[in-house]
């Protein structure tokens, strides 16, 4: 019988505490920052809007090709074959739900 792991009651708050640093901090630093350069907070927005849109848009394709060209009707190369089965590279170049070292959550059998 295959069980999943169960999460402590202190991992998730270092996961709140992580959540409310990663929102908290560069916002702080932006106003700082504003402030400091007398900048228009408008270029804060820009700068943030410019890393949503190549981080989030157009990194998934580049990453979908990489990870799994089958699936986009691409044969298969030894980039794809090296980023799947290389945990390391996998990690860096960002998993997916399509590759196969991905998962949900780490069974643990007993």
């Known amino acids: 019988m295959t069980e999943f792991a169960k999460v402590g009651t202190q991992?998730?708050?270092?996961?709140?505490?992580?959540?409310?640093?990663?929102?908290?901090?560069?916002?702080?630093?932006?106003?700082?920052?504003?402030?400091?350069?007398k900048e228009r907070f408008s270029t804060v927005l820009v700068g943030a809007a410019t890393f949503l849109l190549f981080v989030v848009i157009l990194e998934k394709p580049v990453q979908a090709?990489?990870?799994?060209?089958?699936?986009?009707?691409?044969?298969?190369?030894?980039?794809?074959?090296?980023?799947?089965?290389?945990?390391?590279?996998?990690?860096?170049?960002?998993?997916?739900d399509r590759s196969p070292l991905s998962c949900c959550a780490t069974p643990v059998t007993r």
């Open 11 to 37: 991992q998730i708050g270092f996961l709140a505490l992580g959540t409310i640093l990663m929102i908290v901090v560069p916002i702080v630093t932006a106003i700082i920052w504003t402030k400091r350069k």
């Open 65 to 96: 090709v990489l990870i799994a060209p089958s699936q986009m009707g691409l044969a298969g190369t030894g980039i794809s074959t090296f980023v799947n089965y290389s945990p390391p590279t996998h990690v860096e170049v960002g998993a997916s």
